[in-house]
């Protein structure tokens, strides 16, 4: 989830001779400043979400550099915001989740990389790729390749990544092109220290401003300028980035002792490379390693000299890159063939096609390697020895077990506001058949695992209403789509909604207003309830709907599971013949829990009298049919051993995880379940009248039970 950095900002004020202790998220900022940066945008998304929330909570260092922040709408726009560099020797740097955000970006790039730039412009890419990824399985190095952007893919610690980060900068003025810097996860939150430099005040900016525009035809992406602008790519643009690549050594050499064999790696690869040669015994703890070790920082475009350079004299090198398909191998293959060197080139042969490389994948596939080279100087006995050695417990848990450990499927956090819409659906689902439901990207995506199983199509960000466009007219019954109000304001209102209107669909469109894009960390949308001083306060999910001619709309509380299958009912059933849109309200419990968890500290500090809602579930009374879960789904609604021996089913139980959202008694009163479900109020601080009323019901009860 979001956190705030207004502490950690303070560190982007050190200057030259202070050392700087922090994570990568924060090292890039810095480097932004000391680069004399002009602008910065973008959109959040893992792995970078943090780094809007950094660009945010510094607005004041910004301000007295005179930089420019904006959050921008989408990634189309925050690249659109690079057009600034175009005409200008302005630095700008924009940030978005890749490859999803790349593809949305993408119309905006084309033509950036085609005009070429005055000022360095650098978009720094969270490259979401591998067993944490919440997006489809691709990689940002073939957008680099077709728009010819230069791609830095910079070695994870923080040094490198600050001197990457500058030197890009100076890498897109030198050859007039945009330049990417890519950063796994691992790399946005490596911890690390570097020597800071002076924050510098870029030429022109917000307190220094231009005075006069700057036309030039040739900078404009229409014929005929673009067939030149495409020579100039190849002919000037290109080698003036393999001269500054090659002069300023942002590749980077580690020799070692075993020189009849080495490896070729990305940057963001070397640590888990390293980790695996240092288990093997060929490398020690500060990254002195027995096997010569080339790393490529920069990715796109390869530097042939260089190549031919560390290839030469070597029998054999291992290429160590994640992903498919494998680019840098291929182009390894040709660079060296050119070169008129025989050395064999092993990669996907030895290391998976695709997938993460985690450091047991690395290890698994060096190793291998390592055996079937058997160079002099390595004992291939001892390689398998400290292999098996390391995977031994592994195998032995395994064994334990009898079999792998189950995946647990992500899930809705506890107190979810949009698991009641799904418990709605399914309840309609009992009366009118199975629905169709066109899903979106978003933290309702993960209604399409259990125990739901609700989504039957994922097409992209605020897309899940143009994807129902030609669906809808194919069915008997009305079809549904869903939207979060994230997707709404970045894609779905123009591509969705106005499409929808304009063709006067006949569709059902669900709008998750949870206040923020939660499922990147809760960062604000221009709909969001709390805004900081420097956004609109004034736009509205509703307002926008009314003015692009939506006219059936209705909004529920979505914790009331019964108005909420009544609303998609009447949506289902109603004689009017357009879109339908349901707008389900609640607030983001996570956000509402960090909001309110401060203020409850504080009462409780005062001596007020605090009291919190509780659920819980009477065992005497659960039948252990567990529907409840099934319609419910929540993480804190579970199962424990039955206290009944007459009984082998195991009942219902609410943990010490309930917020007192309350979803599950609804649920069990609109799909008229068992009456198991009481609800508590758990009262810190009582009063008088609390007391007394506790004492005469524990009176009433205990004679009852009599």
């Not at 705030?4 to 924060?26: N, Q």
């Not at 009849?260 to 490398?283: D, F």
């Not at 309840?427 to 309702?444: K, M, P, T, Y």
């Not at 894009?517 to 001083?533: D, F, K, L, R, V």
Request: charged share 20%; glycine share 10%; net charge neutral.
């Amino acid at each position: 989830m979001e956190r705030s950095f207004k502490k950690e900002v303070e560190l982007l004020r050190l200057g030259a001779g202070a050392t700087f202790h922090g994570e990568g998220i924060l090292a890039v900022t810095k480097a932004l400043l000391q680069s004399g940066v002009s602008y910065v945008g973008g959109y959040q998304g893992a792995p970078i979400s943090h780094m809007m929330d950094v660009l945010n909570d510094a607005r004041d260092i910004m301000d007295e550099l005179g930089i420019h922040v904006e959050t921008n709408a989408s990634e189309a726009g925050a690249a659109a915001m690079l057009g600034a560099s175009i005409n200008y020797p302005l630095r700008g740097a924009v940030a978005w989740k890749s490859t999803v955000g790349t593809n949305v970006a993408s119309d905006a790039l084309s033509n950036l990389a085609s005009a070429g730039v005055r000022g360095g412009a650098l978009i720094v890419i969270g490259e979401d790729y591998g067993e944490g990824a919440s997006i489809i399985q691709e990689r940002s190095h073939a957008f680099a390749m077709k728009s010819q952007i230069w791609l830095i893919d910079p070695r994870p610690n923080l040094p490198t990544i600050v001197d990457m980060v500058e030197k890009a900068f100076r890498l897109s003025e030198a050859s007039s092109t945009p330049v990417m810097l890519e950063l796994r996860i691992r790399a946005c939150h490596v911890h690390g220290a570097f020597a800071a430099r002076d924050n510098s005040a870029p030429q022109f900016s917000r307190r220094n401003t231009i005075e006069n525009p700057d036309f030039d035809f040739a900078r404009i992406s229409l014929p005929p300028a673009t067939y030149a602008q495409e020579k100039h790519k190849v002919e000037v643009r290109w080698p003036a980035a393999l001269d500054f690549i090659r002069a300023e050594r942002m590749n980077e050499v580690f020799d070692g002792r075993i020189g009849e064999i080495g490896v070729i790696t990305q940057g963001g690869m070397y640590n888990a490379l390293l980790r695996a040669l240092q288990q093997l015994g060929l490398a020690d703890a500060f990254g002195a390693a027995a096997i010569p070790i080339y790393v490529l920082n920069v990715t796109y475009p390869l530097v042939p000299d260089e190549v031919a350079a560390f290839c030469a004299g070597k029998r054999a090198v291992l290429t160590v890159e994640e992903g498919q398909p494998p680019y840098i191998e291929d182009a390894l293959h040709a660079l060296l063939r050119r070169a008129d060197l025989q050395t064999r080139v092993h990669g996907k042969d030895f290391l998976p096609k695709a997938g993460e490389y985690t450091g047991e994948v690395v290890l698994a596939g060096v190793t291998k390697w390592l055996e079937t080279m058997a160079p002099a100087g390595v004992d291939p006995v001892s390689i398998r020895r400290a292999f098996e050695a390391l995977t031994a417990p592994k195998l032995r848990a395994v064994e334990l077990l009898g079999a792998p450990v189950p995946v647990r499927p992500p899930g809705f956090c506890v107190g979810c506001p949009e698991r009641p819409v799904f418990s709605a659906m399914k309840l309609i689902e009992r009366e009118v058949g199975a629905l169709h439901v066109s899903a979106d990207i978003g933290c309702h995506t993960f209604s399409t695992l259990p125990p739901f199983n609700i989504g039957n199509t994922v097409l992209g960000y605020g897309l899940g209403l143009a994807s129902n466009a030609a669906v809808n007219p194919m069915f008997s019954r009305r079809t549904v789509s869903i939207m979060g109000d994230g997707g709404f304001w970045h894609n779905g209102l123009t591509s969705g909604v106005a499409n929808a209107v304009f063709n006067r669909d006949d569709g059902i469109l669900v709008v998750m207003k949870n206040g923020y894009t939660s499922a990147t960390g809760t960062q604000n949308i221009p709909s969001s309830p709390h805004q900081a001083e420097s956004k609109s306060k004034d736009m509205g999910i509703e307002k926008a709907l009314t003015g692009i001619g939506v006219r059936w709309l209705r909004s529920v509380y979505t914790y009331r599971v019964a108005d909420m299958a009544k609303t998609l009912r009447e949506a289902m059933t109603t004689s009017y013949s357009g879109l339908k849109v349901i707008i389900a309200d609640a607030e983001c419990q996570l956000e509402r829990q960090r909001r309110i968890r401060p203020q409850i500290a504080a009462a409780l500090e005062r001596g007020e009298r605090v009291a919190r809602t509780r659920f819980g579930v009477d065992e005497d009374v659960c039948t252990g049919d567990h529907s409840c879960i099934r319609l419910s789904g929540c993480p804190s609604l579970t199962i424990k051993p039955n206290p009944d021996p007459l009984r082998s089913d195991p009942v219902a139980h609410v943990d010490n995880g309930c917020v007192g959202c309350g979803l599950c008694g609804e649920v069990a009163q609109a799909a008229a379940l068992c009456p198991s479900f009481f609800r508590a109020e758990v009262i810190r601080n009582p009063g008088a009248w609390d007391r007394l009323l506790a004492r005469v019901r524990r009176i009433v009860i205990g004679w009852l039970q009599a």
